[in-house]
């Protein structure tokens, strides 16, 4: 095996900012934090080259460009103890393409890591002299325990503060690390990846063998793991998809979908008894992908049984995303990424940059009582209320649901996207029914769906609310024993109250179930002398 070559510290100092508050200074403005306004990485694994350009300093990650090409280094790895030759020349003309791009991009460079494949080849050293002779690009190889490591942190840039166990599958390794309060803890590495258990030889039963006999040793290392189970990596994604068709699940996002045990026992039954290349076309899987998919079921089946999870979720954040939060000031990895990411969305697209912090004070005394996760919710679509204005009127609502539920957001559960998404779509209708996302409402119980409504009204009316920034503001009050609505309206306020912001003050009690009260305070008259 080739010596990892270790990736140089990329976070560096920083310093010490104070962090000032939900609604402080973004940090995206901050001259630290915009360095990372356009960083490009590229992994070179076992099974693919890909090349990923991040946009924006905002916490969640902006996928300014993202191609994969498919090159399978490590074929045949275990045999030879070579690189595979056509792979080679693939990769190669892959990394000089993604060069060119970053040129074009004007990226200063790229950070360009390799796993596997390229550490475990006898030829490994050749190629990077050559990538570096033919492209100008360096290649740094890392470890198995390094690369858990990094596969580790981009799942904390999605979920700051988790904890669990990460699994990271690729070509010709799996990884394994544990994580909790938002640091990585044990890591260990494996060669339970598709490409090297195709060369075991004695068919299923002696490679099944081999994958129980390699996941107890993993147990033994890392100790007992019953939290969550975070899967990085494409094999998994590609069963993730599948799971979904086979449930008709009804929100195609694959990151933050939730499996069970069970339900991994009855996809890979389902995998089993069904037509490979049919399967394939109907989940969109490429064919090289599906190829290694039954492989992968046989690991993720003894991970599942060995580990025992309480429950299973998909990271589509890995090495990657990792490599960006390496490179990630310290008070901006501190940030939730999903209140960055809508200020961000904010400062760039809303009418008036700054409103949803003011919108979401004057309707914030109808959700005190919420939980601070849910809370956190209605922060994030104060944000993003105005940010998709330049929509056609007709499909704005429909627009903005299909914006929440869909985006690359960090830190959403797949229920909060659907409840950010009705709240947004109430932003700028009364009405949810007809719609086409319908089937997507059954992921939220129907007392989130109110909620939900009641936020899309507070926002549509307190937009009706715009005032200077000197402006004396007025108040609601929300009072639910009595369910009563109070608005106070100032003196700077009574002439933006007109019939149309009447009407959603009124519909925003029906949906409280409340009835509201109005009370006009006048300006003091002035003495005369």
Known sequence: MNQATELPDLAGAQGDHPDVGLFGRPLFQDPSARALSRVGVVDVGSNSVRLVVFDGAARSPAYFYNEKIMCALGAGLSESGRLNPEGRVRALNALRRFQHLAQGMGLPELTVVATAAVRDAEDGPAFREEVLRETGLRIWVIDGEEEARLSAQGVLLGWPGSYGLVCDIGGSSMELAEISGGRVGRRVTSSLGPLKLLEIRGGKRARKAHIKETMLQLQEKMGPQRDRLFLVGGSWRAIARIDMYRRGYPLHVLHEYRMTARSVSATVQFIEGSDLDELRGACGISSARMSLVPLATEVLSRLVKTFRPKDIAISSYGIREGMLYEQMPQRLRDRDPLIEACRFAEAKDARMPGFGKLLYAFIHPLFRSMPEQRRRLVKAACLLHDVSWRAHPDYRAETCFDNATRANLGGLKHSERVFLGLALLHRYSNKREGT???????????????????????????????????????????????????LRLTPDMVPLFGEVAEARLMSLGSSLGADVKIKRLRRPAQRSI
């Open 436 to 486: 086409r996302f319908e089937s997507l409402y059954e992921l939220i119980d129907e007392k989130s769906q109110l909620e939900a409504e009641v936020l899309g009204k507070a926002m549509r009316f307190g937009a009706m609310l715009w005032m200077t920034a000197d402006a004396e503001r007025g108040t609601l009050k929300w009072f639910p024993k009595k369910k009563e609505l109070h």
